[in-house]
């Protein structure tokens, strides 16, 4: 009897269902044979049969797409700039106000905060996480 496989990654586990399926075997039968094989790792009934689907029409890639879903409207280059406008006048400005003040949410505004700007707090204080070149000037002098 053959040994089973302790470690394997989904794409081998999807390559394994598009192997199978080219050659007729049933969703029921593909779902059955990786389970046996992979134990508690195999991919789900329900993750089998959407791949089935995805060969039917045509896919051929082994990796899952990410992003399909709704494109973000709370960090937009211009809600981006008008928070950079608030923080530099003001760096004791607070995430809440921000976002009160964008009508966005506390998480996005952090994310626009941290991420996007890469400002951090300091004291109390929004500072820019690298200096710029009129910093290091002014630091070699």
Not at 30 to 52: C, D, F, K, M, T
Not at 95 to 101: F, G, L, P, T
Not at 106 to 135: M, Q
């Amino acid at each position: 009897m053959a040994a089973r496989l302790a470690v394997c990654t989904k794409e081998e586990q999807r390559s394994v269902v598009r192997f199978l399926w080219s050659e007729g075997v049933s969703g029921a039968e593909i779902h059955h044979r990786p389970s046996v094989q992979y134990g508690n790792s195999a991919l789900q009934r329900r993750s089998v049969y959407e791949w089935i689907e995805k060969f039917k029409y045509g896919w051929t890639s082994m990796k899952k797409v990410e992003g399909v879903g709704r494109p973000s409207t709370s960090t937009t280059d211009v809600k981006i700039q008008l928070e950079r406008e608030m923080i530099l006048p003001n760096r004791r400005v607070t995430i809440d106000e921000e976002a009160c003040s964008l009508h966005i949410t506390h998480g996005s505004a952090y994310e626009i905060t941290h991420d996007k700007l890469c400002f951090h707090k300091v004291c109390a204080r929004w500072v820019p996480r690298e200096l710029t070149e009129a910093h290091k000037a002014y630091r070699s002098a």
